[in-house]
């Protein structure tokens, strides 16, 4: 088991910056790739990022850019820092811990945070 634990999220203007956190425990040597995920209301989840164990990084097309991922191995922490944000960033964000597979992509593994939400004001 591994639990997650997303922090960070607020409100801010649009064009400002937040930086979000996903604490990791438990089973840690289990943790592989790990992904940030959001989802406004009545819309689908939507990929936004993922971290390879090597730090190797891939976006979703909404937020390349202006997102960026990283981790920490040592705290076992995945950050995402959220510059120029948009109206439409507005969600709830989870942290996820997965895989990547060899062309890059990453899939999602079981372990979800409980989310952190995240508000744009116009």
């Known amino acids: 088991q591994v639990q997650l634990v997303e922090s960070g999220g607020g409100l801010v203007q649009t064009g400002g910056s937040l930086s979000l956190s996903c604490s990791a425990s438990g089973n840690i040597d289990s943790i592989n790739a790990m992904g940030w995920f959001r989802q406004a209301p009545g819309k689908q989840r939507e990929f936004i990022a993922s971290?390879?164990?090597?730090?190797?990084?891939n976006y979703g097309e909404s937020v390349k850019g202006r997102f960026t991922a990283s981790r920490d191995n040592v705290e076992n922490t995945l950050y995402l820092r959220m510059t120029s944000l948009k109206p439409e960033d507005t969600a709830v964000y989870y942290c996820n811990s997965g895989v990547v597979d060899p062309s890059g992509s990453y899939h999602y593994g079981d372990f979800w945070g409980m989310g952190t939400q995240v508000t744009v004001s116009s």
């Open positions: 971290i390879s164990a090597d730090g190797l990084t």
